[in-house]
């Protein structure tokens, strides 16, 4: 399924895309587009090897015990195996929950978390402004890590929106970030991309895709994504000396480094004049807690895919 959407995508890129990259060079024209249709039958003739496969594709993509307890030691470099990884998902989804409860409780004793989630995912920017707004709060958290003096910000450094290129909006619903380049010279721009509202959409598709980017997830997603989080700590890394160090990242690390921004930005004062911020982080948090029981569940066999959904569905709604 994930190949044939990538098939799909390819074949959008190669229609929509190409001609347009081929026009800047007129002299190649041609044979670029000439090569484009190769590629693009290529892709048709495996995404149609792929169909036939399909309903006869068994397995199980789980990786076994084993091999999750080989790599949360090796590749991670943590010191717990695949139980204790468990018992940690455990702590921190009851930990989660708690702190929803307290929210909730102090926010607005008649309603409960889920509720007040609810409500603040009907405020929202105007569609078309989606990325005019993600833009400002790039900006505001830059200007607040500064004025507060929490981490240091290189020089040379910048971190723009665009929108996801339309080959890739198959696969990012929602959006992407992606980092500075770690040997590129002159390289500097992180770029955010995000999926823009399709504004040819029936309105009640627009407002489903506009309540994900309410501006409580905008603020506290921001400043995960760029300031203090995965930009200014990736383009940091990019400044080091040692080519290895450089390259080497381990997804514990930026992702514990994304979360760590997120407590951080809290209780510096970042989220005052916007609880829902407060509320969608603590969310946010319940929703990874998640994610661990479910790594282990799947990866261990131990629960279906089915059981999985039901978890994201029931736990983190």
């Known amino acids: 399924d994930i190949a044939l959407s990538g098939c799909a995508g390819g074949q959008k890129y190669l229609s929509e895309a190409l001609p347009r990259i081929a026009a800047r060079v007129p002299s190649m024209e041609k044979e670029i587009l000439a090569e484009g249709r190769k590629v693009s039958q290529a892709l048709e003739d495996f995404a149609g090897k792929l169909r036939a496969l399909k309903p006869k ?46 929210f909730a409780k102090n926010a607005d004793p008649t309603k409960n978390w889920v509720q007040l989630v609810e409500e603040a995912k009907d405020r929202f920017p105007p569609p078309p402004k989606l990325l005019e707004y993600y833009q400002k709060e790039i900006d505001a958290c830059r200007k607040f890590v500064l004025e507060k003096d929490l981490v240091t910000i290189p020089p040379g450094e910048t971190c723009v929106m665009a929108p996801t290129p339309v080959f890739l909006l198959s696969r990012y619903p929602m959006g992407y970030f992606n980092s500075v380049r770690p040997f590129e010279d002159g390289q500097n721009k992180g770029m955010w991309y995000m999926t823009p509202v399709d504004l040819s959409k029936p309105m009640a598709d627009q407002v489903s895709h506009m309540r994900d980017h309410n501006y409580g997830f905008m603020r506290s997603i921001t400043l995960h994504e760029t ?91």
């Open 227 to 317: 300031y203090p989080g995965h930009h200014l700590q990736l383009y940091t890394q990019k400044l080091n000396p040692s080519v290895v160090r450089r390259r080497a990242h381990n997804t514990v690390y930026i992702e514990g480094w994304g979360l760590y921004t997120e407590e951080l930005m809290w209780e510096q004062g970042y989220y005052e004049g916007n609880p829902d911020a407060r509320l969608i982080q603590l969310k946010n948090g319940l929703w990874r807690a998640v994610r661990i029981l479910i790594d282990y569940g799947l990866h261990t066999r131990t629960m279906t895919f089915d059981e999985a959904v039901r978890l994201l569905v029931d736990e983190v709604r």
């Open 57 to 102: 594709a068994e397995g199980h993509f789980g990786i076994g015990r084993e091999h999750l307890d080989f790599l949360l030691r090796v590749h991670h470099g943590l010191d717990m195996d695949s139980e204790d990884l468990h018992e940690f998902g455990r702590q921190q989804l009851a930990e989660y929950t708690r702190k929803l409860n307290d």
